[in-house]
């Protein structure tokens, strides 16, 4: 298969579904959901929403009548981009090449447009006319599964761990569980939200779940190295700037050599958690190998 | 019925329940999980599970089997609270007499406080183990009810629509739209919360939702005189506000006099809305009572 126009394809379906599912900018409101707007639709590879679907295909179900409900991990982590760019966070000015939420619509507004996401976000997976055949049971697993991701104990934990360490060495152990919770826990529970949709036996679901793990991992360690040896353009962002925040990063413990190893065998693991399934786990197996090699 | 001891009786319950649902503060996330805990914790009356609990009642329906998933309409206030009182926002110094969150742990660690607290409700709405004997169906009604109040056509946009007045004369009728969303609409997804646990038909969901908005709107008319009239000591927070930053209220609109006639009059219609309950429903009329007499 041919990953690359897999994931465009993908891509495609869901930059439509978010303009179908997003609300208008009219009335009162439409200063406020024209910022909204401006970062959902401001790039993204929409990785998340992908994992969902290519997991739902891995069991051999169609996503397409589950695209509203999925689009809904894009706008999650939507905000979480919009919370983290704010002064008082990472205070940047780009994302993706594009001037930061805050940059274009004030603090203030930024701060209520991640708001709104999240609690959309919520609106979407719980909205009775969205994926209707989708049972009450397998739609309540999906909003505990994502909520439980993105509280105190994960998306948002993790975040705050990491303003926490600003400007000091964060020892490798608690890197990890930075990460397993800041960026690991959404990815985490995208591939579970796509597994609950496509009825994942438990043993099935177990096994997606060590994938999303170490896909999860690679990510970070992937972003890590391209910090290091990447440029603006790859990025979109300037590049350099955990290191000249003294923040801690995977090359800085394992050295860059190590650091490429360790992303090949996170990329090993996360195939060989694929084992039992057939062709139709080959979108999730190339999206493994593509984080790392696309670079690389 | 005595409504001081009511609400007393009530909010005890819900404090304790509160104590046993929030994580604990432990390991790494400790810090995260204080800032969270300190907001929770600094005080109010919990009007609003205290709303969805009497709402239940008034359906005959005992209300503490769910006072865990009822509790997650506070938390949803508290994040509401932090948020509104960031430098970026109302840069509040205060609130019901305590520092507010980001004076005591930073503003970036009040933003993720705020940003926690929000996913955490929704971890505890959708808590298979919290309220067991709740159907599915149920359930995600509530989370959808709940959701699509406080985001971007409710409670966030109507936070947006007042940052973006800031400084400028509200006309009446957007003054009046920004309430129905900024408090309005948590006040009454709070009670259709009590409706739903309750089992409301769909007149006494109706009935149930106009107590609700008038009651809502009370709310607010009661909050503008209070700051015009009030002291710091009624509040906790500095009065005059409002007024200092040329924001609008009811009193600039209709003078104090006509203001106090709009919230009596609004009460009356909050309890013309009861008038199918029977004495169970004393709770809510005394609730309505409460907001505009209690200082007038």
Redesign the interface.
């Known amino acids: 298969m041919n990953i690359k126009s897999y994931l465009e394809e993908r891509r495609l379906q869901i930059e439509s579904t978010l303009k179908q599912v997003l609300?208008r900018p009219e009335g009162?409101?439409a200063?406020?959901?024209n910022?909204?707007r401006y970062s959902v639709f401001a790039g993204g590879k929409r990785v998340r929403p992908i994992l969902a679907m290519a997991t739902a295909e891995a069991l051999e179900r169609n996503p397409e009548p589950y695209l509203p409900l999925i689009t809904s991990l894009e706008l999650i982590h939507t905000y979480a981009l919009i919370?983290d760019d704010?002064p008082?966070?990472d205070d940047d000015d780009l994302r993706r090449g594009k001037p930061t939420n805050h940059k274009v619509f004030?603090?203030?507004?930024a701060?209520?447009a991640?708001?709104?996401l999240?609690?959309?976000a919520?609106?979407l997976?719980?909205?009775?006319e969205i994926a209707v055949d989708l049972p009450?049971?397998s739609?309540?697993k999906i909003?505990?599964t994502v909520?439980?991701a993105?509280?105190?104990?994960?998306?948002?934990?993790g975040?705050?761990?990491d303003?926490?360490y600003e400007d000091r060495k964060i020892p490798l152990e608690?890197l990890r569980?930075?990460h397993s919770?800041k960026t690991g826990a959404l990815i985490r529970s995208s591939v579970q939200t796509g597994a609950i949709i496509g009825k994942a036996g438990p043993q099935q679901f177990q096994a997606l779940t060590n994938y999303a793990d170490h896909i999860g991992l690679t990510f970070q360690i992937v972003d890590d190295l391209l910090d290091v040896e990447g440029n603006t353009e790859k990025l979109g962002k300037s590049t350099g700037g955990d290191l000249a925040r003294k923040k801690s990063t995977y090359p800085e413990h394992l050295g860059i050599e190590e650091t490429h190893k360790k992303a090949r065998d996170t990329v090993e693991k996360a195939l060989e958690a694929l084992e039992s399934f057939g062709r139709q786990g080959d979108p999730l197996r190339e999206i493994a190998r593509f984080i790392y090699y696309r670079d690389n």
Chains 1, 2 share one sequence.
């Open positions: 609300p009162l409101l200063d406020h959901i910022a909204v919370h704010l008082a966070m004030g603090e203030a507004a701060i209520l991640g708001d709104s999240v609690s959309y919520f609106e997976l719980s909205d009775p009450d049971s739609r309540m909003l505990h909520s439980r993105i509280g105190p104990r994960g998306m948002v934990g975040q705050a761990l303003i926490a608690t569980f930075l919770c």
